[in-house]
């Protein structure tokens, strides 16, 4: 089974400043790596697919790369809306979500 | 408009049985692979069972398997899962969610599944 992680667990930002977040495999899985944003009460929203691809209607200021075991994903300008808990998953090997990383207001 | 409407979450007694259902619309449901994904409350998301269009290819999370079935009927536009032996550990708000090349696209809102005595 691969196991996703990610860090940091919680990542405090102002709005405007950038966002960087990081997705670890235990073992490869190409590209083919998803990232989620979700936000309380709501269901998950898909951002990144393919590991750079931005989903349809996400905004520029998404972007993210990364290939094997390694990923990023980065808000270039933090908004107000883009506070919530963002999640990796890898669909290379059945699927695997990681634990998440909460983004708040600092 | 794609729509994913989820029902059949309740209240179940451990070492029970439960069906949820998913119906879809909006797109060629026979022709897209589904995935249930599964969330504990105040806990991160995890997948738990997949299902391919024809239902030639069914995968299940180890935590799972043997104790849930998933399957669809392409006619109904609908997709199901069977949760038998149901544990505490299974509490959680289940999502059906289409599986686009591996990643979900679109997503229902959920129903939630209590297992409590």
């Known amino acids: 089974e691969i196991v996703m992680t990610q860090s940091p667990a919680t990542l405090s930002v102002s709005p405007g400043e950038r966002a960087t977040l990081s997705c670890r495999a235990s073992?490869?899985?190409?590209?083919?790596l998803a990232w989620y944003q979700q936000k309380p009460g709501q269901a998950p929203r898909l951002l990144i697919y393919?590991?750079?691809t931005r989903a349809t209607g996400i905004p520029a200021r998404f972007s993210a790369s990364g290939s094997g075991t390694e990923f990023t994903l980065t808000i270039s300008s933090l908004q107000s809306e883009d506070f919530g808990v963002y999640y990796c998953?890898?669909?290379?090997?059945?699927?695997?979500f990681g634990p998440g990383t909460k983004v708040d207001i600092k | 408009e794609v729509q994913l409407v989820e029902s059949g979450g309740a209240l179940v007694q451990p070492g029970g049985s439960l069906r949820l259902s998913c119906a879809a619309s909006?797109?060629?449901?026979?022709?897209?692979?589904m995935n249930w994904v599964r969330q504990a409350p105040g806990k991160g998301l995890e997948w738990v069972s997949y299902?391919?269009?024809?239902?030639?290819?069914?995968y299940y999370a180890d935590s799972v398997k043997g104790r849930f079935t998933i399957s669809r009927d392409n006619a109904k536009n609908s997709l199901y899962l069977q949760m038998n032996s149901l544990r505490a550990e299974d509490t959680a708000v289940y999502y059906c969610?289409?599986?686009?090349?591996?990643?979900?696209?679109?997503w229902g809102q959920g129903t939630l599944v209590t297992v409590s005595s």
């Open positions: 969610a289409t599986s686009d090349g591996g990643y979900s696209y679109n």
């Open positions: 909006g797109f060629t449901f026979s022709s897209n692979s």
């Open positions: 299902i391919t269009g024809s239902s030639s290819t069914i």
């Open positions: 073992q490869s899985v190409s590209t083919n």
């Open positions: 393919g590991a750079s």
């Open positions: 998953q890898q669909y290379n090997n059945r699927r695997n």
